[in-house]
């Protein structure tokens, strides 16, 4: 059978591919962009670059006047920060320590059998047009659970797929679309909401401090976002991604797709009741008045609160238990020796990636220190206002410098906390609705995080593709995940702009 011809985009894709594959290896990327970062804070330093604006004060809780200026890093104090900030750079970057946690658990679930079991059962179970869908439809809602999708759910997308006969690179990109790409709209209200709400707030109160909008403001925006990310996402993996990936030649091993064994079948009851002991006990910890993990102040459980804040502890735990539970009930596992063998293993095979994470933190917080994403965001603000445009076209307007900054800015509250009062009261003086303001930043906050090296999940996704194809790398992703950013970039947005001229309620209140 002869191969069909690849269209335009496919072989454009290939190209990215390519030369994405060529350049250097991660590590030294940011290497140079380190020492880009630190000769560009000296030019813009000796300018004497600087923006004026009203910025949101965490430690105040209230929005003040700031003005902000280049810093150069060779200066003598920029000299002392590069030098004396390393071991606390890299400590303070929660990715390491969320990526660590989670594989503890997940490392004995993997390794005991457990999570290849599951993937069997699930393609058993769920009927075989709607396997795409079911994983990025839970993959979408996973940010209840704050980054645990990265973790959990991107290697069983590519697990599933790879054990019904299918690409496992278009599951694991199905997954991390998903994930990464709608992060910020959810069919339930998650914490992120909470602070996204409490940060808009206090920029609609530098125009208007009778008006406020609450947890709910973009509720049926984000149900009507999910539904069609869902069906977008799945498609583009079936119709754009599979086509141009093919047939899998790799030599991963695919597991039997029929019929567990009794032992295996033994393992998922014992795996079963692991959980419900693990459920229970996290639940005694939270449920009761005065339990440890409410919220010492409030009582509150979600929100800000002890249990949301250890969501990835909680995951963690139930993993470890299911998986050891599965590992004696299936005879994979014959004591905690091998338990903490799994443990090593999964750690272990995290070096690279924590090498990799450790340049990051430092070309971040090098970035960061520089101040030169503030006064990006300022600058294209103020160009946004000389620009004249209608409501429409500011909200679209907004959604593009959104797209452009989270290639620079990828923490979602932490770009709020520098946009909100910035652009809230810029556009609510130009006749845009704050709840307006709030869901377009959903739109422009999350596609680009799939193709932005500086995701801090980016690298560990390019380690997960290395298992089903060894000479995957930086481009590999990138083409992977390209036709998902534009489509998403353009239908998403055009969706907005629909809902905005239909005049839809946003959400509740």
Known sequence: MTEAPKTSMQKILDVVERVGNRVPHPVMIFVYLIALVILLSQVL?????????????PASGEIEPARTVARSLLTTDGIRFMFTGVVQNFMSFNAVGVIIVAMVGVGVA??????????????????????????????????IAADAGYLVLIPLAAAAFVSVGRHPLAGLAAAFAAVASAFLVNVMIVPTD???????????????PNLSIDLAANVWFSIGSVVLLTFVIAIITEKVIEPRLGAY??????????????????????????MLASFAFILALTLPPGAPLRNPDTGTIIGNSPFMNSLIVSIALVFLVCGAAYGIGARTMKGTNDVIAAMQKSIGALSGLILLLLVISQFIAFFNYTNMATLAAVSLAEILQRANLDALWLIIGFVVVTFLLDLIIT?????????????????????VAPEAVLAAYRVGDSPINSITPLNAYFAMIVTFAIKYQKDAGIGTVI??????????????????AAWHLLGLPWGIG
Not at 194 to 208: K, P, R
Not at 260 to 270: A, F, I, K, P, Q
Not at 490 to 496: D, E, G, I, P, Q
Request: net charge negative; hydrophobic share 55%; charged share 10%.
């Open 411 to 431: 923490g979602a509250i932490a770009k709020w906390a520098i946009f909100a009062p910035i652009f809230v009261p810029l556009l609510m003086q130009l006749g």
């Open 45 to 57: 330093y000796m300018f004497g670059v600087g923006v004026s604006y009203q910025a949101y004060n």
């Open 249 to 274: 030649t790799g030599d991963y091993v695919v597991e039997g797709q029929t019929g567990l064994s009794d032992d295996e079948g033994r393992g998922l009851r014992y795996a079963f009741w692991g």
């Open 194 to 208: 909470g602070i996204l709400t409490e940060i808009t707030n206090d920029a609609i109160h530098l125009v208007n």
């Open 110 to 143: 993997e390794e005991a059998g457990l999570v290849k079991a599951l993937i069997r059962k699930l393609v058993v179970v769920a009927p075989p047009g709607a396997l795409t869908y079911i994983l990025v439809f839970v993959g979408i809602i996973s940010s």
């Open 479 to 496: 083409a992977l995940m390209l036709p998902y950013v534009v489509v998403m970039c353009v239908v998403w947005t055009a969706f907005l």
